[in-house]
């Protein structure tokens, strides 16, 4: 009895983590397709087997994000960073980057500077970063700063940063 109970039990945590990652699997295809509400359904379920699934709570703020539901994608990034706040790999890191721009459509160019920020000292050669923070900055009056933002980005070959620099920078 001890050893069917065992096996039960065995069968059942190699089961759970299969699901999961399948439900993992097809929600993030369905982000690649651009079916997000599917791709949220599916992270969810997900979510549900495994609560702790940093990777699924970042993809599901992906899916969220693109649908323009800034709120829960921030909730959903958070979650990630808090389960896993130092990995680089799978996507974690890159929810700082999502989340600050979350922040930055809501109007709160605080917190998407300083996720911004944070992105830059995990990953200090990704020109998009540059040229949103230098974006959040000038909204909030920061020119010199976001100018040097700027020219970085296009520093790193981000070319839309020529129209914002000659727009806010050189006048």
């Given at each position: 009895m001890k050893y069917l109970l065992s096996m039960i039990l065995l069968f059942s945590l190699v089961a759970y983590g299969q699901t999961a990652k399948e439900y993992l699997k097809k929600g993030t295809e369905y982000t690649k397709t651009g079916e997000y509400q599917s791709a949220i359904d599916d992270l969810t379920e997900c979510l549900r087997i495994d609560t702790n699934y940093a990777l699924a709570y970042n993809m599901r703020g992906f899916a969220y994000r693109n649908l323009g539901n800034y709120e829960e994608a921030i909730a959903d990034y958070t979650r990630a960073i808090r389960i896993d706040p130092d990995r680089i790999d799978d996507d974690i890191a890159d929810a700082k980057y999502w989340r600050g721009e979350a922040y930055y459509n809501l109007g709160n160019y605080e917190k998407a500077i300083a996720?911004?920020?944070?992105?830059?000292?995990?990953?200090?050669?990704?020109?998009?970063t540059y040229y949103n923070r230098g974006l959040a900055k000038l909204k909030l009056g920061q020119k010199e700063?976001?100018?040097?933002?700027?020219?970085?980005?296009?520093?790193?070959?981000?070319?839309?940063?020529?129209d914002e620099i000659t727009k806010y920078c050189q006048k």
């Open positions: 996720d911004f920020t944070e992105f830059i000292r995990l990953a200090p050669d990704i020109a998009d700063s976001g100018c040097l933002d700027l020219s970085k980005a296009r520093e790193l070959g981000f070319a839309d940063a020529n």
